[in-house]
């Protein structure tokens, strides 16, 4: 079974840019959330998507967006990047959803640096 | 407010010994639990996890207690082996069938070594 995939593995932008990262989960899973990993804050919730709609949120700016298609892959936006942006975006997928007595499955996450 | 804190940044052992990586939280509402080990340049992979009406739940070389009166839970390696090393998140959620409040809030992460 394929794992759940994310594009590009690296990507370096500069201030001010957007950017757009994409997740393909587990085959079958309806749910994707991200998370943003960074040395000091360590993983932190970003969002989830579950059946195209956008189900959790947490406390992130509205420069952070995501969307999810009908075949449950799901896009991130953060526009305008800050530097203290750059950091490690994993998206992690399963059936149920976050909050279901499951485990989320993580793809290998993008590096995004922003110079 | 840190809800799950893993207070040790590190650990090392020797090869063979058991390994102890600890988990506080805080969020009475938490009832499930997990462990996440992670590599490099790798996402997280999910080792074991616990419900909290378990306080023990066994996956091989893996255990996990859980005292949720003290709100603690610990991952037990026995025995521990060079391939072990590496960065485990412990990550807590509330909510027993999925919805709109609900997060996956992770600890730090603990570095354990285990030495040949």
């Known amino acids: 079974k394929a794992g759940v995939t994310q594009t590009p593995r690296y990507l370096i932008k500069t201030r001010g840019q957007q950017v757009t990262l994409s997740c393909s989960p587990i085959s079958g899973h309806r749910s994707v959330s991200w998370y943003q990993q960074t040395p000091g804050q360590g993983l932190q919730f970003l969002f989830e998507?579950?059946?195209?709609?956008q189900r959790n949120k947490g406390n992130f700016p509205g420069r952070f967006s995501g969307r999810q298609f009908s075949n449950s892959r799901s896009e991130m936006n953060v526009s305008t990047l800050e530097l203290g942006d750059s950091a490690l975006y994993l998206c992690?997928?399963?059936?149920w959803g976050v909050g279901s007595n499951q485990p989320q499955h993580f793809g290998d996450g993008t590096r995004l640096s922003i110079l | 407010d840190q809800q799950v804190k893993q207070n040790s940044p590190s650990l090392s052992v020797q090869e063979g010994r058991i390994s102890i990586l600890n988990c506080d939280y805080t969020?009475?509402?938490?009832?499930?639990f997990l462990w996440y080990k992670k590599y490099p340049a790798e996402g997280p992979t999910f080792l074991i996890s616990i419900s909290s009406i378990k306080d023990k739940n066994e996956d091989g070389r893996f255990t996990v207690f859980l005292n949720k009166s003290a709100k603690h839970l610990s991952l037990h390696i026995v025995p521990s082996q060079p391939g072990d090393s590496a960065v485990y998140f412990c990550a807590a959620s509330a909510g027993g069938s999925g919805g709109s409040n609900y997060k996956l809030t992770f600890g730090k992460g603990t570095l354990l070594t285990v030495n040949p």
């Open positions: 998507y579950f059946s195209e709609t």
């Open positions: 969020n009475s509402m938490f009832d499930y």
């Open positions: 992690a997928s399963s059936y």
